[in-house]
């Protein structure tokens, strides 16, 4: 038997022991989800691959487990639910059975670790366990007892997603309606609900996070059931959405798991002890200078296996894309999908999978960045400030801020445009924006540093002059005024947090040898204002300007394929380097050379006829601020 | 053998001593360089093997970057032994050698480049005042970023240079009354060329 989806509900209303009460719902609720999971039109479980055991003794689960194992060669995922009593002794979490002790839960109980040994054995590409305990001495208080290593570094070949719920006596009463846990599950379940998601399937974080939310809403915050989970083999659907709609990003969900056992299956399996190690990082370290180095590596082992990287790729986001939520950083959900993009960029054109995944990841981050602009609209309107947040830090970050900001609008449109959708709400949303800009961040919207030259470029070329009020002018104007006043001289790309006060300080200082230190030559914001003041009515001012750039250079470097763009460092291709006052006395000069020697360069580039392709260069160039996709100007 | 096990492996801490280390050789290196071609002219690529500089004589011209390498071998004994002055002779060790190899490469690139314009003088027939002056007359002088005129440098081999301190053509009183002739011309004619140069700039008269 090969691929099934095996459930095994377990509820535990009688206890033996005196020292542990009897229950009168966990049975009752074991049954309701091995009916809801097994039984009817959304359901993903065959019935025949469904087991239920009530009220059992360890000896029993022991043989259930075993004769599971003996029964599949291959299982594509085990759900495990359990009802009843469960506890911790010395550091460890049991489950407990029928004949389960209170006063001897490490001899008597069944250990979550040992539930673990079962799942190594069965190998499964993924494991769900649903626990709605209740507990005779005091609860679950978070997830670090359930992932303690000698849990989870069992699971070094499979995924796992976790839903704990946990209240004292909550099975004790007669009349119990039931888990607080499960009755959630099964109100998303039937869809009384709504996950917010439209995708076809529903995997345990989906159902899982909106059934924990209600339960912490139901008893006033004094329960939250913890719930975390890491897809390693692609998305592992365990329901169908009952609210499923047509929606592109669907797409997304449609990928199926790999299985761990097929040669895609064993290179992840052999990069799982780092994968589990992301997972565990806190959210506030999940950036994409942290995820890339590790998902690369992953990504590059499957490159030869046809759509695995898609595959995993869009399970591994699936894991991620729900906590980011939570990030500080309202745009982390935008850079964990632009991050996924970028991963996928060197196998968008030969794997429909990766390019299937990166035009489902370009719609979310399309629909993203809708909500964040208009969040953002919507705090200016109440203070104009908002957008700043630190004192003396903010000179350099503000800018940042807000070419980072109005960069992914840019690419927004970008992309929309990539995808055939409407940009007509993003284009309100920046409409709205551009007035509070203007009228407050004038002078501190840019020019500060070489980082924000592919935000500039994404923005710049996704509006026409008129558009937002006249902001691309005044950005472009006030890159000009801030080149201009230091000689071309902005801080240098990636510059390190330790240097940006001494940058400031140069600048505040004018110390020329400073500045030249912190600062990078050939610059590409240079580059990128010669070539699209034109576009922004500000040829002329620039041209009476350029004799206080003289000796600066300026570079645009088009890699030979864009298919290479996300790679740390790009290897091949060519910088085009000029100097002003030399050859170089106008804008047209540069825009001339451009178009002889750049654009066709670019023309020739056959990776860039790819949507695909320009969507995950796009998305490459906004988290690794070092290169700028200088196609946008050739479109 | 860093993949095993190793009682109290200090790894993060050594790579940090390691990479302050090699921060050093690289302060040292970057000193000898900027002896070499001077410090205004260094600029840094974030990526690609290539490029392209529009505003050389030669502007469809795409020349790749070389890479520069050296191989240092420390003894584990040296180390065993505490022997501190490691540092120093290693430091040096690949700092003067990837000076040297970026030396030759760039005067190779100097000498290639003469070479390809026609820009060389011959050195077999007159005499050493005489192919001085003569250096002199066919080198452009140029003008640096505050207006003033930099004299051209001469880089030579060491015996050439001792030459220079003997040679008695060099110290002819009409040689060098023609070689300061010559200079004042050549002046006269670099800030001209600096004033057409900075007149092609668009200005608000125009």
Known sequence: MMGARVLLCIGCDNYQSPSLSQLSGAERDALSIHSALSIGPLSRIQSEDAYLLLSPVRSQLDAMLLEIQDKYDEIVSFTLFFAGHGGEANDSYFLCLSDTRADRLSTTGFALSR?????????????????????????????????????IGKA??????????????????????????????????????????????????DIGRPAAQFVSEQTRGGQMPSVWGVNLYGHMPLFGNPHASDNPASSLLGITGISPASPAGQAI?????????????PEHELTAEKLFPVLSTCVDRLADIPNAAGAFIGGIWQSLEKGAGRHTNSFSRVELNATCAALLLQSSQKDNASRDCILGLAHEIVTEIEYRLWDIVNGLRENPC?????????????????????????????????????????????????APLVEHYASACAGMSEDEAPYWAAFLTAIKTDDANGLGELVVSTLINALVEHEGRLAQPLLSAENVFGYLKARADKDPAELKRLSSSPSETL?????????????????????????????????????????????????H????????????DVVQRWEEACRPQMLQDTSLQNPATRIGAICASLIFPDRVPWFLLSD | MRDKAHPFPFDAQAEIVMKTFMQATGEKLNRAQRQVSGGDNVQRF???????????????????????????????????????????????????????????????????????????????????GEQMLKAIETVEYSVDRDGQVSLPEFRMHPSLAKRLHTDPSLHDPELLARVEEVKKIKITQALAAEAARKSKFRSRGE
């Open chain 1, 577 to 588: 380097v000029f100097q002003i006052g030399q050859k170089v006395w106008t804008v047209a």
């Open chain 1, 386 to 434: 908002s957008l700043s947040r630190h004192g003396i830090p903010d000179l350099f970050y503000l800018p940042q801020r807000i070419s980072r900001i109005l960069g992914w609008a840019g690419a927004a449109v970008h992309l929309a445009r990539e995808l055939g959708v409407s940009d007509a709400n993003l284009r309100e949303a920046l409409e709205q924006m551009s």
């Open chain 2, 46 to 128: 974030s990526h690609g093997g290539s490029w392209q500089s529009h505003h050389s004589y030669d502007p469809d011209r795409v020349d790749q970057m070389q890479t520069i390498e050296h191989e240092t071998r420390l003894r584990f004994e040296d180390i065993m032994g505490g022997r501190l002055d490691v540092i120093e002779r290693t430091v040096d060790e690949i700092s003067s050698s990837m000076a040297d190899s970026y030396a030759k490469a760039y005067y190779k690139m100097l000498s290639d480049t003469c070479e390809e314009h026609g820009n060389v003088i011959d050195g077999s027939a007159s005499s050493l």
């Open chain 1, 269 to 281: 399996s052999a990069q799982s002890a780092e994968l589990y190690k992301l997972m565990f990082a």
């Open chain 1, 527 to 575: 580059a990128l204002v010669l070539l699209i003041c034109r576009r922004h009515s500000l040829e002329e001012e620039l041209d009476y300007n350029l004799a206080s750039l003289d000796h600066a250079h300026l570079n645009i470097f088009l890699p030979q394929s864009y298919l290479e763009f996300s790679q740390p460092f790009v290897r091949n291709g060519i910088n």
């Open chain 1, 156 to 205: 070094k070949t499979f995924g796992v997603s976790f839903f704990v719920s946990s209240a004292a006596d909550q099975y004790a009463s007669e009349t119990s309606r039931g888990g607080c846990g499960t009755l959630a599950l099964l109100k998303v379940l039937s869809g009384e609900i709504d996950t917010g998601s439209r995708a076809g399937m529903l995997d345990l974080l």
């Open chain 1, 115 to 151: 539930l673990f040994e079962y799942f190594n054995e069965l190998k499964a590409a993924h494991c769900n366990v649903i626990i709605d305990a209740c507990h005779a001495g005091g609860m679950v208080s978070n997830l670090g007892i359930l992932l303690k290593p000698e849990v």
